[in-house]
């Protein structure tokens, strides 16, 4: 049994900064990649970034390169997406993943969190 809880998401102006988190506990072991995706109302699940077991390796988004930043810490089994400098256009649930392999398609992840919403008004 694996379980990922995502909070942290809230309702922001554009320009701001904010964090979300995403707690992992079960199956979901620091052995695995961890990452964020999104989906925006009437949009597929898209990938935001993913982080390596270590930390040591992370891969994001074109769209959000520069302006997010994920990281680990696996004494606290939990991942972090630092989210600055938010457009309109970042608005979507945004859905915490894990998986033993890498991963930028949604199709490929094994586990996910429920999701929480980060909305940012112009």
């Known amino acids: 049994q694996a379980e990922l809880v995502e909070s942290g998401g809230g309702l922001v102006q554009a320009g701001a900064s904010l964090s979300v988190s995403c707690a992992a506990s079960?199956?979901?072991?620091?052995?695995?990649?961890m990452g964020w995706f999104r989906q925006a109302p009437g949009k597929e699940r898209e990938f935001v970034a993913r982080?390596?077991?270590?930390?040591?390796?992370?891969y994001y988004a074109d769209s959000v390169k520069g302006r997010f930043t994920i990281s680990r810490d696996n004494a606290k089994n939990t991942v972090y997406l630092q989210m600055n400098s938010l457009k309109p256009e970042d608005t979507a649930v945004y859905y915490c993943?894990?998986?033993?392999?890498?991963?930028?398609?949604?199709?490929?992840?094994?586990?996910w969190g429920k999701g929480t919403l980060v909305t940012v008004s112009v």
């Open positions: 993943a894990a998986d033993p392999l890498s991963f930028a398609v949604a199709s490929t992840v094994d586990y």
């Open positions: 079960g199956r979901t072991s620091s052995k695995n990649f």
């Open positions: 982080v390596n077991w270590s930390g040591s390796s992370t």
